[in-house]
């Protein structure tokens, strides 16, 4: 069983910048963060696999970058130019599969998630 322990959320102004981090206890493929409004659905923000492929979802494209160390087994997710609409819980996910994509059931490993909140 693989746990996912997420840290950096907080508070910024509009403009500011965040890094959220993940430490997985275990080897995985593809580690993901994901991020939920309240009152929406939870939506895939970016992956990176174990050999460095990654993706990142158009709305924060060019202002969100994922990296990794693989030595010790960390995700990164940096924010930066973060906007109000950016505000949720962002939740950190893994997966041993063979197929990394940003659709929340294709992970099955989830971290318990780090509030981001943005002011205008």
């Known amino acids: 069983q693989v746990q996912l322990v997420e840290s950096g959320g907080g508070s910024v102004q509009t403009g500011g910048s965040l890094r959220l981090s993940c430490a997985s206890s275990?080897?995985?493929?593809?580690m993901a963060w994901f991020r939920q409004a309240p009152g929406k659905e939870r939506e895939g923000v970016a992956y990176?696999?174990?050999?460095?492929?990654?993706r990142v979802t158009d709305s924060v494209k060019g202002r969100f970058i994922i990296s990794q160390d693989n030595a010790e087994n960390t995700v990164y997710l940096q924010m930066n130019s973060l906007k109000p609409e950016d505000t949720a819980m962002y939740y950190c996910?893994?997966?041993?599969?063979?197929?990394?994509?940003?659709?929340?059931?294709?992970?099955?490993?989830w971290g318990q998630g780090t509030q981001v909140t943005v002011s205008s």
């Open positions: 990176i696999t174990k050999v460095g492929t990654a």
């Open positions: 275990g080897y995985t493929n593809c």
């Open positions: 996910a893994a997966t041993s599969g063979a197929i990394c994509q940003l659709l929340a059931d294709r992970f099955d490993y």
